[in-house]
């Protein structure tokens, strides 16, 4: 490969495979050494800019960050220019449903996706969600909701490199003792703590990522799973909405309170709950967009339902069916709700945006009308609007969403030694934070997976 990189002709080869939208690295192949060089870099700190600088990637770490004017881009390296552009650490999402697509009603999809092909179009339809998250600048996710087999072989498949996604962490079916609208393979029924903490080590043996309590649960379950869970390191994620939920989910040790926050009770909550969650620095979850935000901005442009993008990604058949699931979309059931969630939605994320509780960021993605390709925009826009400075949102959506996984040490800040999860975005998302949609560079691993960007004749690079 060096001796290759020498020749002009084959370094812009080399760039072309590289910034191959969905190029994937056969496993075994040589490791690449690609350096970002030119835009702005946010590293997940909320620490000012490092304007024009540059970022060298060998193999799937990167070694070296700095301003560009200091660095030696050795001659080996296939440059790619970031100039006039933002580059930050991949974007991570904390409440993805893979199995869901945007679909306007869980009754009708769940028998729909089972009457045309089954098992296979489940499969497909999974394939698309990863492929459009890790398009929109997701190279890490929590699918919180799932089959148990058909999650961990697309979270395989994808480690392996032989589909394109995020890097996936999975819950697999979620406890529940209330089970609802998606089929039951998707829910594990709790009948006593007992039972729920048996259920999580059958869920580790099988080898998930971290486990989800959905709801109806006592407090006694909680400590079941929260206890079990953590025999396994197995972090919990809980789905909770009602103050007596979030309070029991907290004091029994669970270890994100998924959904509280967006509104879905009313009122909001009382002060000393908000005061023992930022005192135990414990991570929430709000998913504030999904509902009280998306249904509003339907509202205001329906056309969004018509993205172009969706039907690129979309194959015809599952185009047409979500397209036919959300004509009558202002009457879902899904939305039955979200009068009453608008009254409170600004106070609700209020509440954690001002009080320094510690939040990471997810969408509930797939949800209705929720699509992926938008995932993590929507939501950090809301942030924002709510007043919560563009820093400290990339922040949450980058290093913070690295802690509340466990994985700091790999992921969430674009420094020497972590894994090259980095993307492009155009413009400034500290001065537009919907600079977030417009993701042109996303690589994982080192690995170009989208990317336009057209690499600089060699030796231009420590021009600035
Ligand atoms: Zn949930
Ligand atoms: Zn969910």
């Given amino acids: 490969m060096k001796i290759c990189a020498r020749s002009l002709a ?7 495979t590289l910034a191959r939208p969905d190029a994937q690295q056969a496993p075994g192949s040589a490791p690449h050494k690609v350096a970002l060089v030119g835009g702005m870099l946010l590293d997940g700190y909320e620490a000012p800019p490092i304007h024009h600088a540059a970022v060298l990637i060998d193999g799937d770490r990167i070694t070296q960050v700095g301003p560009a004017a200091g660095m030696t881009i050795p001659k080996d390296y296939t440059v790619i220019d970031t100039s006039g552009r933002t580059m930050m650490p991949g974007m991570i999402e904390l409440h993805a ?4 697509l945007g679909h306007g009603n869980y009754g009708t999809w769940f028998p729909w996706v089972e009457k045309h092909g089954g098992a296979s179009m489940l499969t497909r339809v999974m394939e698309i969600s990863a492929r459009q998250l890790l398009s929109a600048g997701v190279t890490s996710a929590v699918d919180l909701g799932a089959t148990l087999q058909p999650a961990l072989s697309i979270r395989d498949r994808i480690a392996r490199g032989e589909i394109p996604g995020p890097r996936m962490s999975m819950s697999g079916p979620w406890l529940t003792r209330t089970p609802g609208v998606f ?3 998707y829910q594990i029924k709790v ?20 486990i989800k309590a959905h709801s109806g649960l006592t407090r006694e379950d909680y400590q079941a799973i929260a206890d079990a869970a953590h025999k396994h390191r197995l972090r919990v994620h809980a789905h909770v909405y009602a103050e007596t939920d979030v309070r029991n989910a907290l004091e029994t040790g669970i270890d994100v309170l998924t959904h509280a926050g967006s509104a879905g009770t009313a009122p909001p909550y009382s002060e000393q709950l908000i005061t023992d969650i930022v005192n135990r620095g414990r991570p929430v979850v709000i998913t504030a967009a999904h509902r009280s935000w998306v249904y509003p901005d339907t509202a205001a442009f329906p056309e969004r339902l018509q993205d172009p993008q969706l039907k690129k990604d979309f194959p015809p058949d599952v185009y047409a069916e979500v397209q036919d699931s959300l004509k009558h979309w202002r009457a879902l059931g899904y939305f039955g709700r979200t009068d009453r969630e608008m009254l ?9 945006t001002e009080s320094g509780t510690v939040l990471g960021m997810g969408t509930d993605s797939g949800t209705p009308m929720n699509f992926h390709t938008e995932a993590l925009w929507r939501e950090a826009k809301v942030h924002v609007d709510m007043g ?3 820093i400290r949102v990339i922040s949450s959506l980058t290093r913070i969403g690295a802690n509340i996984l466990g ?3 790999e992921l969430g800040t674009v420094e020497p030694g972590k894994l090259a999860d980095i993307i492009v975005v155009k413009g400034n998302p500290l001065y537009d934070i919907l600079a977030l949609s417009a993701v042109e560079t996303v690589i994982k691993g080192g690995v170009v997976h989208k990317g336009t960007a057209v690499a600089a004749p060699r030796g231009t690079a420590s021009q600035h």
């Fill in 10 to 16: 084959c370094a812009l080869l080399l760039s072309i």
């Fill in 97 to 100: 449903h893979l199995v869901i």
């Fill in 183 to 185: 089929p039951l393979e």
């Fill in 191 to 210: 009948t006593s703590p007992e039972q729920a903490a048996q259920e999580v080590d059958k869920l580790a043996a099988a080898g998930v990522d971290v």
């Fill in 344 to 352: 409170f939605r600004e106070r609700g994320v209020k509440q954690f």
């Fill in 388 to 390: 919560m400075p563009p």
């Fill in 407 to 409: 994985k700091q040490r």
